[in-house]
């Protein structure tokens, strides 16, 4: 399993409830690859496992270090165990390309999860790395972010979002 392609509003499987991860093994190994390699393709900042067609509750976040090197942080059966402060920022989304829109999300956060080895981690994140857990953390439950934006501003994007929806039904299937 490489690179996949990247699921599109309007697919059904990015509505679902992903399941958690019961056992990692070699196939979570391979689901983090995928999204790993897919991300960096796409110049992603995140990718969750349903966004590449796979209903299970693992996601991928990018860190940029100082040097401007792309990091990985991969999180199985993530949880918000702590949340704090407000702030509003700009948030786009691969499975959503050309929209970008702010959404109020906590300033900060705590997460919890498995790392790609099964070992249990706990992740303080801030700012953008915050907006990036919860974004994707979203994805697990079905919930892409244009669900959080204002009436308003969703009925704008209208248009856009019926397009995205038609050229999602032209993504071949992937093989998983
Ligand atoms: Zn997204």
């Excluded at 699921?7 to 999204?35: A, C, F, N």
């Excluded at 090197?69 to 059966?77: C, D, G, M, P, V």
């Excluded at 498995?114 to 919860?134: P, T, Y």
């Excluded at 439950?141 to 979002?161: P, T």
């Amino acid at each position: 399993m490489a690179r996949v392609p990247i699921r599109l509003y309007g697919d059904p499987v990015l509505r679902r409830q992903s399941e958690p991860v019961e056992t990692v093994g070699d196939d979570t190994m391979e689901l983090i690859q995928s999204l790993m390699e897919t991300v960096d393709h796409a110049a992603g900042l995140g990718l969750a496992a349903p966004q590449i067609g796979v209903t299970k509750r693992v996601i991928v976040v990018v860190h940029i270090d100082g040097e401007g090197r792309r990091q990985h942080l991969a999180l199985i059966n993530p949880e918000i165990v702590s949340a704090c402060g407000e702030e509003i920022g700009e948030e786009g989304c691969l499975s959503i390309p050309g929209i970008y829109s702010n959404v109020k999300r906590p300033e900060s956060v705590v997460v919890q999860g498995l790392d790609a080895e099964g070992s249990e981690i706990s992740i303080e994140a801030k700012g953008v790395m915050a907006r990036a857990f919860l974004h994707e953390i979203d994805h697990l439950d079905g919930v892409m972010f244009v669900d959080k934006i204002g009436m308003v501003k969703r009925s704008l994007l209208k248009r856009k979002l019926n397009e995205i929806r038609k050229r999602s039904k032209e993504i071949t299937k992937s093989p998983l």
